[in-house]
């Protein structure tokens, strides 16, 4: 790559400050710009569903790096600025202040935005998404004030806040037009296993249940109306049904979209000069299952190093295994690998001990593995996936089996 004209990375979140890193790392000497919407420096975002809400760290606790690393790296850090536009002509993104980039090469890494609630009342005070550390600093304010609240959604992020909610003394309300919590990111066991968990807890789940509409007077929110008919009372009501990629740059450029901005396996667009990593890129599953999009640390930090190689004259294929984690109070449930089409599962461990495994199958070959609360068992099941499962569902089901064990005779053979 010619140097000449630098690297511009749009989005300065976990994908974009690991690629600015990566970059320098691997020897990139160039202009680098790294532009970020919010007026603050990046700050990483799985905190604020958890410790941040809580009250347990500070804003400068969630900064991913401070200003003085930014300039001991010659990375020119532009935040409060929102791109507006790519002409892949001129090799240029204009800014929202009227300013050009000039770039050899464009790294998108715009992330995702809330999907929003299509529902009358979703305007009015009181009605909050959990996305920004805005966001997380105004609902741990109200927190302290509310009496009632209502969570839209049972993923992750709807849960985690559910948990942060009975932590401040509340009894939520879980709404999910789902059959079970965290829908298909995780399998059945692990999943009724929370809902208990939760429920014991004192937040009150409504699966198969979605919102009708947010009820309000004065402009401030009272409730919320469910689809059967149900009015559930509340001055705070969050939503969490999920993300949509940001691919409005790459889209008016005229660069091919399918859930997320598509890339190939080196995450490149079909413009030489153009790359997309993290949240916002559609990549190829590396077992060929068409095209996946993932929302994660692993991934964002993953495919920025892999982008970074490639740069600086070294690529390979992006084929990392996935992992992801969600903290729900003392719940701790980490995940290896994509469960996504098995069709046979195995518990290893006690559920009634609150420490366990399970096992996910696609036939007889290992697709992924949930842990709660055995942090050894994903770190073994991480190698494990990694190095090429030769585990079978019997084999898992036999008394005394440890997947520890497993994987370091594995890693001796």
């Not at 190939?264 to 079909?270: H, I, N, S």
């Not at 982008?307 to 004259?313: E, M, V």
């Not at 099941?381 to 084999?395: I, N, Q, S, V, Y």
Request: aromatic share 6%.
């Amino acid at each position: 790559m010619n140097a000449g004209r630098g690297v511009v990375v749009v989005g300065a979140g976990q994908a974009g400050v690991q690629a600015a890193e990566a970059l320098r790392e691997a020897g990139f000497a160039g202009p680098l710009t790294l532009v970020g919407e919010e007026p603050e420096l990046p700050y990483q975002r799985p905190p604020l569903s958890k410790e941040y809400l809580a009250g347990k760290v500070s804003r400068e606790d969630v900064v991913l790096r401070g200003e003085r690393f930014y300039e001991d790296r010659d990375i020119d850090l532009l935040a409060g600025r929102r791109a507006l536009a790519v002409d892949r002509g001129r090799r240029t993104v204009t800014l929202d202040d009227g300013s050009a980039l000039p770039y050899e090469h464009l790294v998108l890494a715009t992330g995702t935005r809330p999907r929003p609630l299509p529902i009358p009342g979703n305007d009015l005070d009181g009605v909050l998404n959990l996305r920004t550390r805005a966001d997380a600093q105004e609902l741990r304010e109200r927190l302290a004030s509310a009496r009632g609240v209502v969570v839209i959604g049972a993923g992750f992020i709807g849960l985690e806040f559910a948990a942060a909610c009975q932590a401040a003394g509340l009894r939520p309300v879980v709404l999910d037009i789902a059959d079970q919590v965290m829908g298909r990111a995780v399998s059945a066991p692990t999943a009724a296993y929370f809902e208990d968990r939760h429920g014991i807890r004192g937040t009150r789940l409504l699966m198969g249940c979605g919102p009708a509409e947010v009820v309000g007077e004065d402009g401030r929110v009272t409730g919320v109306r469910t689809t059967d008919g149900v009015t559930v009372p509340a001055d705070l009501v969050v939503t969490g049904i999920g993300v949509l990629p940001r691919t409005e740059l790459a889209s008016t450029a005229g660069l091919a979209t399918d859930n997320g901005i598509v890339v190939d396996e080196y995450l490149a667009t079909a413009d030489p000069h153009i790359s997309a990593i993290g949240d916002c890129a559609s990549f190829p599953a590396p077992h060929g299952n068409g095209r996946i999009r993932l929302e994660s640390v692993q991934n964002a930090s993953d495919q920025a190093r892999c982008l970074a190689a490639r740069l600086t004259g070294a690529p390979r294929p992006y084929d990392v295994l996935p992992w992801f984690w969600s903290y729900q109070g003392d719940l701790r449930l980490q995940i290896a690998g994509l469960s996504t089409g098995h069709d046979r599962t195995v518990v290893c461990g006690e559920r009634q001990d609150g420490k366990f495994s399970v096992f996910c199958f696609r036939g007889s070959t290992l697709v992924a593995v949930e842990s709660v609360n055995r942090p050894a068992d994903h770190m073994a099941a991480r190698r494990l996936l990694t190095d090429g499962p030769d585990l079978t569902p019997d084999e898992v089901a036999e008394p005394g089996f440890s997947l520890r064990d497993r994987a370091a005779r594995k890693a001796v053979a």
